[in-house]
C-alpha cells in the first residue's frame, strides 16, 4: 500500500521550459514527475529516485531545489485502491530540478507513455493537477520568469 506522502518535481530548463510526462494508463494526463515516499525515504531521496524511475535522469542530490513547500489534495476515486482503507488524502512536497533541454529521456513504459517541453505558460494549461498548476506558477516566481 502506498502512503499518503508523495512528491512533485518540476523538471524545467535555463529558459523556464517545463517538463511534462503522459500517465500510460490515462492518456491525456499530463504532469511533472510524481511519486511516493517510500516507508523510511526522505523526501529528497524520493524526489531523485522518482525523477531517475521516471524520466531517466541521475541528478546529484544537490541538483534539486527543495521548495519547503507542500499541499494536502484528496486522493481521485480512481486511486485510492492503492492506499491503505480509509485514507483519502496526499500530502505533496514540491522539488524543482533545472536540466538542459537536451538532456535524454528515458520514460518507465509502464508508468509514462509520452513526454515533451512546453513554455511554463503552455504548460499551465496542459497539466491535469492544480497542484501541478500551482507550482509552475510558484517556479515562474522563484525564476523570475516572465515569457
Known amino acids: 500500500m502506498k502512503r499518503p506522502q508523495s512528491v512533485l518535481v518540476l523538471i524545467h530548463s535555463d529558459g523556464g521550459d517545463i517538463l ?3 500517465r500510460a494508463k490515462h492518456p491525456g494526463y499530463w504532469q511533472s514527475v510524481t511519486g511516493s515516499i517510500e516507508s523510511g525515504e526522505t523526501p529528497e531521496r524520493a524526489a531523485q529516485r522518482e525523477v531517475e524511475e521516471e524520466t531517466g535522469i541521475v541528478a546529484p542530490a544537490e541538483a534539486f531545489d527543495r521548495w519547503h513547500h507542500s499541499s494536502r489534495f484528496e486522493i ?8 491503505p482503507p480509509g485514507v483519502t488524502h496526499n ?3 514540491a522539488f524543482s530540478l533545472c536540466v538542459p533541454r537536451d538532456t535524454p529521456i528515458r520514460l518507465a513504459p509502464d508508468e509514462h507513455r509520452d513526454w515533451r517541453w512546453l513554455p511554463w505558460r503552455e504548460a499551465l494549461d496542459a497539466v491535469f493537477s492544480w497542484t501541478n498548476r ?6 515562474t516566481q ?3 520568469l516572465n515569457r
Not at 481521485?76 to 492506499?83: F, S
Not at 500551482?134 to 517556479?139: T, V
Request: no cysteine.
Open 134 to 139: 500551482d507550482a509552475i506558477r510558484m517556479l
Open 91 to 93: 500530502t505533496e512536497h
Open 142 to 144: 522563484r525564476k523570475r
Open 20 to 22: 511534462l510526462i503522459e
Open 76 to 83: 481521485y476515486p480512481i486511486w485510492r485502491h492503492r492506499y
